[in-house]
């Protein structure tokens, strides 16, 4: 079965170049939730930047409270301006959409489109979008993915196992979450200047049967997990490295510093 490395590297000013991981390609989706304190920095490592609908009016209103001492129109046009807006437009309101128009982010209304959530259409349009790259080496990182209401936090899960061949990370203040699938081992290089030593292993979809771990002070060998049995909540990182071996889908999350 084939390696996959994780690492939150996106969260450190400078991405390090000396490790012996592939080197990944960012793009940033916008949701429509309070912007986590570090959106500055995921915006500054990602190549393509998108807002899911009404994400956009958080762009709009919460970028500039970044930058207190600097002219809010200048942040918003030519620092901190999305290649494209995408979703159902039932949520971003019209002088926020009228601005974005006037400087070029190209709009793309898919209110046709009710099957599917705003963050999916946009996860959508960046694979259809990066076809130049090794897809593998794809990361979506998905800003206010969590928190608010639940049934959007539970849409936000569900696009990882809609796209569970490409890597997507769900974001907010507190955490991270993103999906370990089953075709692969993981190996989970621990950032630990900001993120732990707070994580859990959830099982996503159906049960898992077999579960080990090695980094984590309660590791699991060969372990059943699943909903009304064993989920390993509330576990905490021992090191700079956790391994994953699973025979079903699982999510990984891990705490955020407060820095």
Same mark, same amino acid.
């Given at each position: ?103 070029? %982010?190209? /709009?793309? @209304?898919? +209110?046709? &489109?009710? $099957?599917?959530?705003? !963050?999916?259409?946009? =996860? %959508?349009? /960046?694979? @259809?979008? +990066?076809? &130049?790259? $090794?897809?593998?080496? !794809?990361?979506?990182? =998905? ?7 639940? &049934?959007?936090?539970?849409?936000? !899960? ?17 955490? !991270? ?83």
């Amino acid at each position: 079965m084939d390696l996959m490395h994780h690492s939150s590297a996106f969260l450190l000013p400078s991405i390090p170049s000396d490790r012996h991981l592939p080197p990944l390609t960012y793009a940033l989706v916008v949701l429509n939730q309070s912007l986590p304190r570090f959106t500055p920095l995921l915006w500054m490592h990602a190549r393509l930047h998108l807002c899911a609908d009404g994400g956009a009016n958080r762009l709009f209103d919460e970028m500039p409270l970044f930058f207190p001492n600097e002219n809010a129109s200048d942040v918003r046009r030519s620092r901190y301006k999305p290649e494209a807006i995408k979703g159902d437009m039932d949520s971003i309101r019209k002088d926020v959409l009228d601005f974005y128009k006037s400087i070029g %982010t190209k /709009i793309i @209304d898919k +209110s046709h &489109d009710q $099957d599917t959530t705003d !963050l999916h259409k946009c =996860v %959508t349009y /960046i694979r @259809d979008s +990066s076809q &130049d790259l $090794d897809q593998s080496n !794809l990361c979506i990182l =998905v800003a206010g993915a969590l928190g608010g209401r639940f &049934d959007h936090e539970v849409g936000n !899960l569900n696009v990882l196992c809609c796209f569970s061949s490409l890597r997507i990370v769900l974001l907010s203040n507190d955490s !991270l979450i993103y999906l370990l699938p089953r075709t692969h081992c993981h190996e989970i290089h621990i950032e630990t200047s900001v993120e732990g030593p707070h994580c859990g292993l959830i099982p996503l979809g159906m049960p898992s049967r077999s579960t080990t771990t090695t980094g984590l002070q309660w590791n699991l060998d060969n372990t059943e997990m699943n909903f009304g049995g064993l989920v390993s909540t509330s576990n905490i990182v021992k090191g700079e490295k956790v391994t994953v071996q699973s025979d079903s889908d699982l999510l990984w999350t891990i705490s955020i510093k407060k820095l």
